[in-house]
């Protein structure tokens, strides 16, 4: 009993730590603010930007934008890592696949995809196709090798393995390939998302008229700089919550591998 | 359709096989009756695994034909099964999923069934990874027993353990044959092995059959026993003669390379070393 309650109490202080640094970094940054260290046009103290977060949620322009962002990312990040994993099993998985589009693929990969912005906004205009290509094609890259590297890593053991119990092809890809790929998807998809909420972030600010890029832009001409912190920290808010959202991914498909089994006690 | 016997029964007749300019195997003829167990020994490189991996289909020969029961080999063995030195368990699929793999029908009951048969149905839901070396290799014993083949094709799955996990897993697949009657092929670098569960020991060298030896003894075979003692020996003297003759076999000149590189370390360690 006191046993179990001790390891709740250190479950607890586990969950709670990683918190204690950014809480301590707000604190101080209030009483900078407060004592006038920090003018409030460079940062404003947290109070203010609360405050400002409040009355966009209440005006629902928060909301707006902010569904504006997450269905240009996540369209973004459907077409493109769609194509990235497509391309990344063909290639995978069949050689002649690889000779045709590999050496395309790399040359294209070289290009940085905010590169291409001038051309996007000559094709598109600021309208929404700009966004979600930009994404799509930030995304597609970090999706396609990892997909491909772990296609192309499975261990050739359990393949052959799967041959002589007689697996047919698509049980083959089904129950050996793509598993034993999926670890490295899965970083390819953690990256990609980290590069999705980057190219969003820039897209929306250069060329767009709604979003959460937007919502900064707009506030720094009216000097608001309260709302543009609120914005930054959106940002690393969404991206965190990301991040969460494909660690509890990794922890469910990934149940099997010894780095994600908590033994019974 | 005619009844086959439980056990499969092979014929290689001058079987070659040849990677690029290296002939592995030369004519090599060999017959197994149904249900009988052949242990294959020689030293390594001699192309063990590599006739192994023609009788399950996964290779070809270059010439020479492998006849099962009656009929020539052409693709993938449909009716063989094969345990490797690792136990290449899947490690995302759970022990009797890993168990079932490839079965078609009632896949559940089936696997819980062979799990019984190695001892290991109470570990049939847990990740192959919470398991030992010797846990693994008797769920891979009953994966490849769950389909019950006719044919079983071992190819030194016993290497990677321990004396004690070895004996009982050597107990274990005797008292499997007998209960079931397939044929079996297991090769092994242990002669003792080969001589504990063998009805017969095949020896190969520079791509032929070296040695066929019957082994008479009756089984249980006790290790201990004089005429156990003898026939180990004299396989073991049939290893050695062979290489003693063949002073320029590739083992022999390995032995030596080990040596001197053995010694130009030691130089190149020095100075790096000051003392
Ligand atoms: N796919 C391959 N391509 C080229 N050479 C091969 C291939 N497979 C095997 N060989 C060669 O054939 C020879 C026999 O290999 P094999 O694996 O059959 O030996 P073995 O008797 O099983 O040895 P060990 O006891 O060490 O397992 C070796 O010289 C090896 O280099
Ligand atoms: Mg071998």
Not at chain 2, 5 to 30: S, T, W
Not at chain 2, 112 to 123: D, K
Request: some cysteine; overall charge positive.
């Amino acid at each position: 009993m006191a046993k179990n309650k001790r390891k709740s109490r250190l479950n607890w202080l586990e969950q709670v730590a990683p918190w204690g640094v950014p809480i301590l970094l707000i604190i101080i940054w209030q009483l900078l603010s407060q004592i006038g260290w920090l003018p409030t046009r460079i940062l404003p103290a947290p109070t203010s930007v609360l405050q400002a977060a409040i009355q966009l949620a209440k005006s629902g322009e928060l909301w707006r934008n902010l569904y504006i962002s997450t269905v240009r990312a996540c369209i973004g990040f459907l077409i493109g890592g769609g194509i990235g994993f497509v391309l990344g099993l063909l290639n995978g998985l069949f050689p002649i696949a690889e000779k045709l589009l590999d050496t395309t693929i790399q040359m294209v990969r070289n290009i940085p995809h905010l590169a291409l912005i001038p051309l996007v906004i000559l094709w598109f205009g600021i309208g929404e196709q700009a966004k979600i290509f930009l994404v799509a094609i930030g995304v597609m890259f970090p999706i396609y090798l990892n997909t491909y590297h772990g296609i192309r890593t499975v261990d050739g053991g359990l393949i052959e393995m799967g041959k002589v119990y007689g697996l047919k092809p698509w049980e083959l890809f089904w129950r050996i390939s793509l598993p034993g790929a999926l670890p490295s998807i899965l970083v390819g998809v953690r990256y990609a998302l980290g590069i999705m909420w980057l190219t969003l972030i820039v897209a929306e600010t250069i060329a767009a008229d709604s979003g959460i890029g937007y919502m900064a832009m707009n506030a720094r001409e009216f000097l608001q700089t309260d709302v543009v912190v609120f914005s930054i920290l959106l940002y690393a808010l969404l991206g965190k919550l990301a991040d969460m959202a494909t660690a509890l991914l990794e922890k469910r498909l990934l149940q099997w591998h010894p780095n994600y089994q908590t033994v019974p006690a | 359709m005619t009844q086959l016997p439980r056990g499969a029964d092979l014929k290689l007749l001058d079987l070659g096989k040849r990677f690029g300019n290296h002939a592995v195997l030369r004519e090599l003829n060999l017959e197994v009756a149904s249900g009988q167990f052949v242990a294959i020994v020689g030293r390594s490189g001699c192309g063990k695994s590599t006739l192994l991996r023609l009788v399950s289909g996964l290779d070809h020969p270059t010439s020479g034909i492998i006849y099962q029961d009656g009929n020539p080999l052409r693709q993938l063995n449909r009716s063989a099964r094969v345990m490797f030195q690792d136990a290449r368990l899947l490690p995302w699929q759970r022990v009797w999923e890993n168990v079932g793999l490839g079965v078609q029908q009632n896949w559940k009951e089936r696997s819980l069934w062979a799990l019984q048969q190695v001892g290991l149905a109470s570990h049939a839901q847990d990740w192959p990874s919470t398991l030992s070396g010797g846990q693994r290799q008797r769920v891979a014993l009953a994966r490849a027993l769950v389909s019950q083949p006719r044919l079983f094709l071992l190819d030194e799955p016993l290497s990677a353990l321990d004396a004690l996990t070895r004996m009982d897993m050597q107990h274990l697949i005797e008292r499997l044959w007998q209960e079931q009657g397939f044929t079996t092929v297991l090769i092994t670098h242990d002669v003792e092995e080969a001589v504990a569960l063998a009805d017969r020991v095949v020896m190969i060298d520079t791509g032929r059959v070296a040695l066929d030896l019957q082994v008479s003894l009756s089984r249980p075979r006790q290790r201990q026993e004089t005429a156990f003692v003898t026939l180990v020996e004299r396989i073991l003297k049939h290893i050695t003669g062979l290489e003693s003759r063949e002073q320029t076999s590739d083992s022999y000149r390995l032995s030596l390379d080990i040596r001197s590189e053995h010694h130009s370390h030691h130089q190149y360690s020095h100075p790096a070393n000051p003392q």
